[in-house]
């Protein structure tokens, strides 16, 4: 069964403020991320509620960061969202990754992190129903 550390994590979505153009909150305009859980930033950004400043975490995380966590929107996410990558998914460091896990008091992944049961942040993929 395939695995993916960030379903264990969840430490990007309460570390960073999340914001992006308001377009991507415009189905007009092709955009996709619920507008309802994003509040203005400035006249033509705007972040996704609960990451603005202090204490972050996003709107949509769900469940316990370092624990079992993913995102409510998954398939809607914003643009910053799905430029993050996770340190090693595709063979590469990832800073951000490495800062948001660090600022939970989680290791840092690394490249076993994707195959070995035992590396940090190893969780097993669940399908639902």
């Given at each position: 069964m395939p695995n993916h550390p960030c379903l264990s994590c969840g430490a990007c979505c309460a570390h960073f403020r999340?914001?992006?153009?308001?377009?991507?909150?415009?189905?007009?305009?092709?955009?996709?991320?619920?507008?309802?859980?994003?509040?203005?930033?400035?006249?033509?950004?705007?972040?996704?509620?609960?990451?603005?400043?202090?204490?972050?975490?996003?709107?949509?995380?769900q469940g316990e960061v370092g624990v079992a966590a993913h995102c409510g929107i998954y398939a809607q996410r914003p643009s910053p969202c799905h430029a993050l990558q996770p340190a090693w998914e595709t063979g590469e460091p990832s800073p951000q990754c490495d800062r948001a896990r660090l600022a939970h008091g989680l290791p840092p992944l690394t490249p076993e992190s994707w195959n070995d049961p035992s590396s940090p942040g190893w969780t097993p993929l669940t399908r639902s129903a």
């Open positions: 999340v914001a992006f153009h308001w377009a991507e909150t415009d189905p007009f305009l092709g955009g996709a991320t619920p507008a309802e859980l994003t509040e203005k930033l400035d006249p033509h950004r705007v972040v996704m509620r609960g990451t603005r400043n202090g204490a972050t975490r996003c709107v949509a995380l």
